[in-house]
């Protein structure tokens, strides 16, 4: 399993501090780790996101700002979930019928421990987060027509 590790930092023009005007240092980084599936290649991605302060302000007891880096959202906060790794559950369970204790199976061969639980909790927030969102959109502009049309035929029988 490879690892990646992308680094979030304040612009050179954003290093100073709002306060005094100051050069801004790094205190410290939070790291957040999320998982990044690629068919048949699992790496993880760590994103290190660094905290900025101001050295003048804490000489002169000045109360200066803490500044963090900004870094991309997370699919689910606190999770190590990460877009693609939903997208790919959701894909092997609901277009390949892919039961999730295989999935779970398959991910312990790659040296991965996501129990069925994790997974069946991903495909429920990914539902509510981005198809439902999709479903509701779809939902409000079928309801602004005069007019829908269906075709209700089933199984490509027709009867005659």
Known sequence: MSSETITHRLAD???????????????SK????????????????????F????????????????????????????SIASPSAVAYVMTQKYVDSQPLYR?????QRLGI????????????AGAERWIGALYGHLHTRLL????????ETTSGRRSC
């Open 13 to 27: 023009t954003e290093a100073f501090c709002p306060c005094c005007n100051g050069t801004l240092h790094e205190m």
């Open 30 to 49: 939070e790291v957040h780790r999320e998982l990044k599936i690629i068919p048949a290649q699992v790496s993880v991605v760590e994103n290190v996101q």
């Open 51 to 78: 905290v900025y302060g101001c050295r003048f302000c804490e000489r002169n007891d000045t109360r200066g700002p803490v500044i963090t880096a900004s870094m991309p959202a997370q699919a689910f906060p606190g």
């Open 103 to 107: 999935q779970e199976q398959q991910f």
């Open 113 to 124: 421990n996501l129990s069925r639980q994790t997974l069946a909790n991903w495909m429920i």
């Open 144 to 151: 602004e027509q005069d007019i829908a049309y269906a075709d």
